[in-house]
Structure formats: C-alpha cells, structure tokens
C-alpha cells in the first residue's frame, strides 16, 4: 500500500547492487511512494550488479561514482541536480567494503593499507558526500541523508572485523555533521542499525547463517527484513520526521536492548 509520503520528492540512492540488497528495497519502496530517484554505485559493482534492471523498474538513470574520489562525488550531484532540475531532497548511503574480510585478515592482523582504503569507502564516504552536497548546496531545506550501520559499532562481534570500526566511524560523522548541515539548512542526517539480513554483503561474515538464527531468537519482535527497513529508510526520507537528526537509530526487532531471552536460554540449555 503506497500513501505517498514521497510524492514530489527526488533522491539518490547508493549502493544498490541486486535485488537482496537494501539498497534496492529501499529504491523500489521510494518509487511506491512518488519519489524520483538517482541511481549510483561504484563501477565494479555495476559491472558485478543488476542495476539496469532496477533502474528500468523505478524509471531512473544510473551514475556511476567511486566515492573515495572527490571528483567522481562532485560529478554524481552535479548530473544529478541536472537531471532533475535542482537541488535534491534525500540521499541513502549503503556503501561499504572490507579488502582485509575479503582477503581472509584477522582483526588482529590487519593490513593497515586495506584498512585505510576500508574506513575510506565505507564511512569517510559520508563525510565526503555530505561536504560536497553541501559546497554546492545540493541538498534542499530540510532534506534527509541516512546511512546504513549496524550494532558492531557499540559492541563486539569478533568477526565482523575492521567493519566495526568503519561503522563507528561511520556513526561519529552523522553526528558531526549532522550539526552542521543542520544548523546551515536544516538538513537531517541519521544512522539506521539494521538487524542482519542477508545481502550478499551480509553473507560473506563468517558464521552469519548462526548468527542469523541467534539475533531471530533474541529479539522479542524477530529479525527486521530488507523490505521493512526499506520501510524505515522512506519513514525517514519523508516529512514526518524533520526533527529527527544526528541519531543512530536500531530497527532490529529490540535486539539492541536486549540481554537474553527465554528462546536463547533454552537453546543454550539443551
């Protein structure tokens, strides 16, 4: 059921590389509800990707964009506000990459090259797309940026590796400059800790098919889905929420405020 909470409003969203991502939900639930979208991802993840597909779907172009270059970013908001006209009204940042997960490095021993290159991508990225956005005032009055995290920032999950500093990262520039994009024009910006779903990100974690099953046992509402964070994400998108800023906020069934369960006890005392 659409109630075109997005009705006249344009975005972009990053990050969509098939249709098990968020990304893509999150742009298919955007389109329901009347907004005109930009789509963007890094090269290699386009060539990798379906992005066409979607993009036929939700009627929008594709710019490519490596957001660890400053020229790339200022050309995806550049062709952007061209092809709509004018400024934009949200953006979704679902980007993030690990060259030490990939190559097999333990946390402890990671390679402080990849690791720069991985806080770069997968949190810097924010930074360098909210100042551009900004230096050219691209983003309209009491717009909204959310960027996708996840509760390794607060705590420990051994494997999630250097991606947990990244998302900590990540949170620190939301609120940073969430003040000042706040302050400037009332642009919002927010953090969305998802519960684990499984992406094709999300499923390249070691031991995440038994992590799944234990984060659905211990939350009380179950493991929050990609389509129902693509819910959240439009929620946030919309005006409903202009007050809302600087904020990570978990949508993952109560996982995060959770110590134990009856259903995890059980488990553990067969």
Not at 13 to 32: Q, V
């Amino acid at each position: 059921m659409s109630y075109n909470l997005l009705k006249g409003k344009k975005g972009i969203i990053s990050g969509a590389l098939d249709e098990r991502s968020i990304a893509w939900r999150t742009a298919l639930k955007c389109h329901e509800e009347g907004a005109e979208l930009v789509l963007t991802n890094a090269p290699v993840a386009m060539r990798m990707g379906e992005i066409n597909k979607l993009a036929e779907a939700v009627n929008a172009p594709v710019i490519g964009c490596d957001v660890s270059s400053n020229e790339d970013v200022t050309s995806l908001f550049t062709k952007t506000m061209e092809h709509f006209g004018g400024g934009i009204d949200f953006v979704l940042h679902s980007i993030g990459m690990s060259i030490n997960v990939r190559k097999g490095k333990h946390y402890t021993d990671i390679d402080y090259g990849f690791n720069a290159k991985s806080l770069d991508i997968s949190a810097m990225s924010l930074h360098r797309m909210l100042a551009t956005a900004m230096k050219m005032d691209a983003i309209n009055e009491w717009g909204s940026v959310v960027a996708l995290s996840y509760i390794a920032a607060q705590r420990v999950f051994p494997d999630y590796n250097e991606m947990a500093d990244a998302k900590a990262l990540l949170e620190s520039v939301t609120r940073s400059f969430g003040y000042h994009y706040g302050v400037k024009k009332h642009v919002r910006v927010n953090t969305i800790s998802q519960s684990p779903v499984r992406t094709t990100a999300g499923s390249g974690v070691k031991g995440f098919d038994g992590f799944m099953e234990y984060a659905e046992k211990m939350s009380p509402l179950g493991n929050a889905s990609s389509d129902e964070c693509a819910n959240y994400i439009v929620m946030m998108f919309s005006d409903m929420t202009r007050k809302v800023t600087m904020q990570n906020l978990f949508h993952d069934g109560g996982f995060s405020f959770t110590g134990v369960t009856e259903a995890v006890i059980e488990q553990m005392e067969k």
